[in-house]
């Protein structure tokens, strides 16, 4: 897919590497009740930081994906056998390191009937059983539009329904052709209209060839879905094979779209060069 000339990474890509015995207890309990994350497999540039922060993003439902967007490293094929002791383990996982906020995503299982919705359910379940005091973002799939798949998470009360446009529906044939552009904005407004208990958020990632006037109309998309929470970050292409990157944005680019987004009327926006959908997730409710 990646015959482009090779665009160099600019200073601002630049990570300090994090480390420390917090990095080791969390992939230790990782490893300790079998869980997969979301850091390890989409191989997030900021997973040393986040674990030595004690956060990581769990990934349920396996780590095979039904889907093939072009700019993700999760392996894709047939979706695997659901563990039934996931939101055990999860909820034990969220105890022993102590964690007060919680991310949990999945791949899309576009297999399961309701898209693996029930599986959320348990697990937000469980989580509130063991450490109720803890605050559950969850990253959803768009369960291909299925209402009832969708209530069946919002029943569960998360605290935030968190669910990415990715990029600018212009983009959406090359960067993740199985997904529909309204159907996900669709997914967003119809969670403010069930219930006001629950925040909304969603994430896109820019240098993907997306102009400045297609990210704004995006954000103004988003505000009409009445979402509350935004993360816009930088494509990195995990390999060759993936999506080219097209553009490394420069931060003042996210300035200009962090402001837009708080004039729009977002509670809060993160965007930067290496902000991911779960990155300082939780530096978000503490506004
Ligand atoms: S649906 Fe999600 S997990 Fe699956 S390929 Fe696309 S981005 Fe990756």
Redesign the pocket.
């Known amino acids: 897919m990646n015959n482009r000339p090779y665009l160099k990474k600019p200073e601002w890509l630049r990570i300090k590497m994090q480390g420390g015995q917090n990095l080791n207890h969390v992939q230790k309990t990782l490893d300790k009740f079998g869980l997969t994350t979301v850091c390890d497999e989409?191989s997030c540039p900021n997973r040393m930081e986040c674990f030595s922060k004690s956060t990581a993003t769990f990934m349920i439902l396996g780590s095979v994906?039904?889907?093939?967007?072009t700019?993700?490293d999760?392996a894709?094929g047939a979706g695997q056998i659901i563990d039934k002791l996931e939101p055990k383990h999860i909820a034990d996982a969220v105890k022993a390191l102590g964690l007060k906020y919680v991310v949990v995503t999945s791949?899309?299982r576009d297999d399961l009937p309701d898209g693996g919705a029930f599986h959320f359910a348990d697990v937000i379940r469980e989580i509130q059983k063991t450490s109720p005091s803890a605050a559950i973002e969850v990253l959803i799939?768009d369960f291909k539009g299925n209402r009832d798949a969708l209530n069946t998470v919002i029943e569960a009360k998360p605290i935030i329904i968190n669910h990415n446009i990715?990029t600018v529906p212009r983009l959406y044939s090359e960067v993740?052709p199985?997904?529909k552009y309204e159907q996900s904005l669709e997914l967003l407004k119809r969670v403010k209209e069930t219930t006001d208990g629950i925040y909304t958020k969603s994430g896109m990632m820019v240098g993907l060839g997306e102009t400045q006037e297609e990210v704004l109309q995006s954000l103004k998309d988003l505000r009409e879905a009445k979402c509350d929470f935004l993360t816009i970050g930088q494509y990195l292409a995990p390999s060759k094979e993936h999506h080219p990157v097209i553009e490394y944005v420069h931060p003042d680019v996210f300035e200009i779209y962090k402001k837009a987004a708080m004039e729009m009327g977002f509670k809060d926006a993160a965007c930067g060069p290496l902000v991911r959908s779960s990155y300082k997730a939780h530096e978000m409710l503490q506004d």
């Open positions: 989409a994906c039904t889907r093939g967007c700019f993700c999760i894709t791949v899309t799939p990715e993740r199985q997904a």
